[in-house]
């Protein structure tokens, strides 16, 4: 079983509140990293980061930045590092099983500067796991069995994770949070298992943040203008309305509007009103053809 002794002195002190409900607080960013070689290499389509803006979007909530990492322990290592300096919500999928190309729970302990440890819990799931297929193919469980000693790595994580249950076969995912406060989320890189995974670290870590921060969109199409004419007036927008974000996004081949861009804003309602008025009044100096208005709340 795969277990290592942390560095002198690394070993993690109990954290007060590792999930803090604190409604003054400033809500993290939400991050998403994707390990494998297989989705780098096209042998498989990343079905996660459109389900996790899905379920971020549901509780009002929005995915900041998602990036995808092969199975390079170094580079894991690295991005992981990263997300734990962050002070952000990050989900990690892919990796944290236990054949020879599943680095993602060393990497996890590498960044984190601890040891590895099977997790008292996660090992009692997992012989409970075994317990079941035994039974369900009509033959005794052997726990001393090598294969059945292997699969206990599957429950060897960094010393002081947390469990993320798993409904689909009980074999746990873990949590861990950094030094600099960013909370990494690991879960299986099967849809099937990760999406109610993090579903549940969202409604049982983040339930305090769920519509928080109420968010909107208003844009319009515009037709036959090109982004470099548009550019000063989105600046002018931006310089004017602080807080609020301007958006251009270019088509050329719509399937009902042809060639044109959606031009907007989005933040805060408070301010995407006044924001999306003198977009529209800059628009009109610049006699542009305008199609669809369009609002988007979250």
């Known amino acids: 079983m795969q277990t290592t002794t942390p560095p002198a002195g690394s070993r993690p002190e109990p954290h007060p509140e590792r999930y803090p409900h604190d409604r003054s607080a400033a809500a993290p ?10 989705i780098l290499s096209g042998k498989r389509a990343d079905r996660h980061m459109p ?56 990497c ?16 009692r799931l997992i012989r409970e796991r075994m317990r079941d297929i035994a039974a369900e193919q009509g033959r005794p469980y052997e726990p001393d069995r090598p294969d059945n000693v292997h699969r206990l790595n599957m429950g060897v994580f960094p010393i002081g994770a947390e469990l993320i249950p798993n409904p689909y076969n009980k074999i746990p995912g873990f949590s861990c949070q950094g030094a600099g ?40 199409i515009v037709f036959g203008s090109m982004e470099a004419l548009l550019t000063p007036l989105m600046e002018e927008v931006e310089r004017r309305h602080p807080g609020v974000r301007v958006f251009s996004l270019p088509s050329v081949d719509h399937p ?40 988007r709340k979250s």
Do not use: N
């Open 181 to 220: 406060g960013g909370a990494v989320h690991f879960v299986p890189g099967f849809p099937v298992m990760a999406w109610p995974m993090i579903e549940w670290v969202l409604d049982h870590r983040y339930a305090h943040l769920f519509h928080r921060q109420p968010h909107e969109e208003r844009s319009v």
């Open 256 to 295: 009902d509007f042809g060639r044109h861009i959606e031009l907007g804003v989005k933040g805060d309602p408070t301010g995407t009103e006044a924001a999306y008025s003198t977009l529209v009044s800059g628009l009109a100096l610049l006699d542009a053809k305008l199609g669809p208005e369009m609002v």
């Open 29 to 38: 960013a939400f991050g998403l990293i994707i390990v494998g070689d297989e």
């Open 108 to 123: 996890a302990a590498h960044a984190l500067g601890v040891g590895l440890e099977l997790h008292p819990e996660a090992g």
């Open 51 to 106: 389900r996790v803006i899905e379920l971020l979007a549901a509780r009002g909530l929005q995915l900041a930045y998602a990036e995808c990492v092969g199975d390079d322990p170094a580079r894991i290592t690295t991005t992981l590092a990263r997300a734990f300096a962050s002070g952000d919500a990050v989900f990690c999928s892919g990796g944290i099983g236990a054949t020879p190309d599943d680095h993602t729970r060393q």
